[in-house]
């Protein structure tokens, strides 16, 4: 079973992203983590700093990277 952890290392391979890239796309999202915190998550799952993903940081992952490849949402016009 896939977790949240092996998720993001897919996406961030698949996407050819580094931890800068992977920042920024949270940020799109109004999310903040630090470089050491992220490195954290895609350590290997027997190392002492291991810290499994929670569902919130794929879930705003995901929408920041949907940001990060089609662009802003554009604003409605009333």
């Known amino acids: 079973m896939l977790?949240?952890?092996d998720i993001l290392?897919?996406?961030r391979v698949a996407h050819k992203l580094r931890d800068d890239d992977i920042i920024k796309i949270l940020k799109k999202v109004d999310f903040e983590i630090s470089k050491g915190?992220?490195?954290d998550m895609f350590r290997n799952e027997d190392h002492p700093s291991f810290v499994?993903?929670?569902?919130?940081?794929?879930?705003?992952?995901l929408n920041g990277l949907i940001i990060h490849l089609r662009g802003e949402r554009p604003k409605k016009s009333t």
């Open 3 to 5: 977790t949240n952890n």
């Open 9 to 11: 290392k897919k996406l």
């Open 37 to 39: 915190a992220l490195g």
């Open 52 to 61: 499994e993903a929670g569902d919130q940081i794929l879930r705003n992952f």
